[in-house]
């Protein structure tokens, strides 16, 4: 897809900008703004959609999947999500202005694509969310303090106690943290891990550099 983007766009123009394009969206990073440990909440950014298309090639999506994005920011998993086969997307965003933005974008993108799924944009605290048994990707891109993705995890969990089923867990840009205590939690499987120099990491113990994301599956 991002190729395809490459070979009919003007070049002026970032890959992230070329791919808002075409999917009629905008999930622009505007301003940055600084990460503080001592913050519970950070602000907005985007994950790649390089990474997103990897992701959804390698680990295609089954009928009745549904993905979960939490600190969903203007949208871009979920609608990536919508445009590889997911039929149901939903959103937590706590920031009313970007929980609107968000909802506009995927209606622009229903709007040009003739793809049907449902969707879900909830303008709340991601501690809040409610984990159902028909939830089974779920996505955090650093959002919010490790102690709050801790959180999620642990309601992940209680979940799939409560109805035994195969789920991802993408943790983009994640902290080692928070790896450490998916890993220690002896639920998941790690499926990969990667880092930004595009290498795969295969012991976590010699992780040294920023990770990009990792990939973490249920076992039943």
């Known amino acids: 897809m991002i190729s395809e983007v490459r070979g009919v766009a003007d070049m ?52 009745n999947e549904c993905v979960v994005d939490f600190g969903a920011g203007k949208g871009r998993p979920l609608i990536m999500a919508a445009y ?16 609107g933005l968000l909802i506009k974008n ?8 003739d793809i049907l799924f449902d969707f879900y944009v909830y303008n709340s605290d991601a501690v809040d969310a409610v984990i159902t048994k028909d939830m089974t990707r779920f996505i955090m891109y650093n959002p919010f303090h490790a102690v709050v993705q801790v959180y999620i ?10 109805s035994s089923r195969i789920v991802q867990i993408y943790l983009f840009s994640p902290f080692k943290e928070v790896i450490g205590y998916i890993e220690s939690l002896g639920l998941f499987k790690r499926a990969e891990i990667k880092k930004y120099n595009h290498e795969f990491a295969l012991d976590i113990n010699n992780i040294k550099e920023d990770v990009m994301f990792a990939v973490y599956s249920s076992e039943i």
């Open 12 to 63: 002026k123009f970032s890959t992230s900008d070329m791919c808002d394009n075409f999917f009629n969206v905008d999930t622009s990073v505007v301003n940055r703004e600084k990460k503080s440990l001592n913050d519970m909440f950070f602000g907005y950014d985007a994950v790649e959609y390089s990474s997103l298309e990897y992701l959804y090639k390698k680990y295609p999506f089954s009928d």
């Open 84 to 99: 590889y086969g997911c039929k149901t997307v939903i959103g937590y965003e706590i920031d009313t202005n970007r929980s």
């Open 106 to 113: 995927i209606e622009n993108f229903k709007r040009k694509f």
């Open 153 to 162: 995890i642990d309601k992940i969990v209680e979940s799939l106690k409560n």
